[in-house]
């Protein structure tokens, strides 16, 4: 145990700094709560600046501390931001408020100290100070922190009715938006499992179709997907789906009419699958866990309605050492969950702007 009395503020934020680039292990989880202990037992008195690295450590290992623990130190999170809102650079506060975001504790007045002329003013500021001392990438960075800040508020908070208003950002950098979580080394990896993946698909939901796979699709909220699949139910198939001709619109057409769909988020009728071939950076030391990062996004997938299945590249290699017959029961086993209609299809506030 930890003497979190004992445990001064620059500590705190020494030690947090110290385990940011560690990975997840059980060992760091006492560190990590006597972290955020420290806080909690100094309500009064804690800046966020001391915190902020804290908050990222917590959400990148997705430390099990218990949610009501985790809860009231993301409320008073939230709580110091709004008052300290001046005092950190722009980039900080948009991921601490997209980290609020992703847990429901993003509150209706720091989505009005963000969403605002004046602070955007602010990091017009930033962005401008940034260029004169030569730095190249803050533009790019918080700008692109903005919009995934915007995305997560829309897909995991609706209620806030905050308008996405990111629509021509996304649309003129798309590149930016699909290679955002590949490393460079990782590229030739990934694209021999998507060829890999994009086979498969094709021989067991396909039936050697290829048009019932879309690749490189975009999401209403332009998250990036591998490839996509459409299907509806249908009692009668192997699988209690037939999948639909997703890459021919106009054979789509007719096989929405037959089948009387009106339209492709029509409540219940059609299932929107999102495959995702996840990089290995995106894992923790177990090659197993999410990062909080890579959670994150594959709950965004599941709140604009898809269907996911997330592949490994860990064990979609250990699979292929093995035989094809293990990889096909990756795909048989995501077949057995529930069929997803598109009544879970969130409501989009969109083409608004501040």
């Not at 004992?6 to 500590?11: E, G, N």
């Not at 009501?68 to 900080?92: T, W």
């Not at 999401?219 to 999948?243: C, H, K, V």
């Amino acid at each position: 145990m930890f003497d979190t009395e004992a445990l001064t503020f620059s500590m705190a934020r020494w030690l947090s700094i110290s385990l940011r680039n560690t990975e997840h292990f059980p060992a760091m989880i006492p560190l990590v709560e006597a972290l955020v202990d420290n806080a909690l037992s100094r309500i009064n008195d804690v800046h966020i600046a001391a915190l902020f690295q804290t908050v990222s450590l917590l959400f990148r290992g997705r430390f099990d501390i218990g949610k009501e623990k985790h809860d009231r130190f993301l409320s008073l999170v939230a709580s110091l931001l709004l008052r300290d809102l001046n005092s950190i650079v722009g980039i900080n506060v948009l991921e601490v408020c997209k980290i609020l975001s992703r847990y429901k504790h993003f509150t209706p007045e720091l989505s009005a100290a963000i969403f605002n002329i004046k602070f955007m003013d602010r990091i017009d500021e930033e962005v401008e100070v940034s260029r004169q001392n030569s730095s190249s990438t803050y533009e790019s960075r918080v700008k692109h922190e903005m919009m995934q800040l915007n995305r997560t508020v829309c897909l995991f908070q609706p209620e806030l009715k905050v308008p996405w208003f990111h629509e021509k950002y996304c649309a003129n950098n798309t590149g930016l938006i699909r290679d955002r979580h590949v490393k460079f080394k990782e590229r030739k990896l990934l694209d021999k499992i998507r060829e890999d993946v994009y086979g498969f698909l094709i021989s067991e939901l396909g039936k050697g179709d290829p048009r019932v796979v879309r690749e490189g699709v975009f999401t209403p909220y332009w998250q990036f997907i591998d490839f996509e699949l459409m299907a509806i139910r249908d009692s009668l198939s192997e699988n209690g789906r037939t999948f639909l001709p997703i890459d021919d619109p106009n054979e789509l057409a007719v096989f929405k009419r037959a089948h009387k769909i009106e339209d492709d988020f029509e409540a219940a009728k059609v299932e929107r699958i999102a495959v995702i071939v996840n990089p290995t950076h995106l894992y923790l030391k177990d090659e197993k866990t999410l990062k909080g990062h890579g959670d994150l996004m594959m709950e965004s997938f599941g709140r604009e309605g898809y269907n996911v299945l997330a592949i490994s590249p860990f064990e979609w290699q250990k699979m292929a050492m093995r035989d094809s017959e293990a990889r096909k029961n990756l795909i048989r086993a995501f077949l057995q969950r529930p069929f997803l209609g598109q009544k879970h299809q969130l409501k989009r506030h969109r083409h608004q702007s501040l």
